[in-house]
């Protein structure tokens, strides 16, 4: 097994958590193709993509400075934003939720995280919005499972 | 905590808003990345008749680049919002802030930066 695939297997089976994300790393996917296979696993998650912004072009303009390619996408489902917004009319603060897909500097190595919506929505103290949040990070979270299968060439 | 900074702008259009925000994001050296037109997104996805509401996503290119060195995930909190919605008396502007959001990465490497661009976004 090459290096790469180690990296990825074993990062895969792990995913990793912080505080605010959850990530997992994949190597069979360039960055083209896991950008749109996240698009892909929003989309049947019934997670419109609303945002696309790729952070390295925008640093590369301002300052100049090379950095490895990063996507930030920005999601959402109509249908909770609304009721996120009739509880809290500020919610568009933490609205859309972000999913971002950056290059690593192992070579080859995709890492896809997904922002941890019961974080973001927690900011406001309402308990509604909590459980908002709950009900939209069990969306998203399944989002890393399919971001490879979606590839799979039989 | 308070998660946001509000004003609301007694005498101005919601166009007239978003313009003057624009400006003054721009002076603190924000650009607006992205905008989400949430009155015309509920129209089109619900057909529900909703009051003007715009997401405006902003970032300042520096504070970003070193947020990234800081925190290589911090992505997921980028770009810092400003929303703009019309209101009873007039158009009301709120701004997150960023030393509230940012205090859930946990690391005080960006707590600095966050403070900083708290004090430009108010």
Do not use: W
């Not at chain 2, 997401?55 to 770009?79: Q, S, T, V």
């Not at chain 2, 502007?93 to 403070?115: C, H």
């Amino acid at each position: 097994m090459s290096d790469k695939n180690k990296i990825a297997e074993e990062n895969y089976k792990e995913s990793m958590h912080t505080p605010y994300a959850l990530s997992r790393r994949y190597g069979s996917l360039t960055f083209e193709v896991a950008v749109q296979n996240v698009r892909d696993a929003l989309n049947q998650m019934e997670l419109k993509v609303v945002n696309h912004f790729n952070l390295h072009d925008h640093i590369q303009e301002n300052l100049g400075k090379e950095i490895n390619r990063y996507t930030i996408l920005g999601a959402c489902n109509a249908e909770l934003a609304l009721e996120a917004l009739s509880t809290e009319n500020k919610a568009g603060i933490m609205l859309p939720c972000n999913v971002i897909v950056q290059e690593m500097d192992n070579e080859g190595i995709i890492e896809v995280s997904v922002v941890d919506p019961t974080v973001t929505f927690s900011l406001a103290k309402n308990e509604k919005l909590t459980t908002m949040g709950t009900k939209a990070k069990e969306r998203l979270h399944q989002i890393l499972d399919h971001i490879e299968k979606s590839n799979v060439k039989l | 905590m308070k998660y946001y900074h509000e004003k609301t702008l007694k005498d101005a259009s919601f166009e007239e808003a978003i313009q003057k925000v624009t400006d003054a994001l721009k002076e603190e050296g924000f650009g607006i990345l992205t905008e989400i037109d949430v009155k015309e997104t509920l129209k089109k996805k619900l057909d529900k008749d909703f009051r003007p509401y715009k997401i405006l996503g902003a970032c300042n290119p520096p504070f970003a680049h070193i947020a990234l060195l800081a925190e290589d995930k911090i992505g997921a909190m980028l770009p810092c919002n400003v929303i703009v919605q019309q209101v009873n008396n007039g158009v009301e502007v709120a701004a997150v802030d960023p030393v509230a959001s940012m205090q859930a990465v946990e690391n005080e490497g960006l707590s600095e930066i966050a403070k900083e661009i708290q004090a430009r976004l108010k």
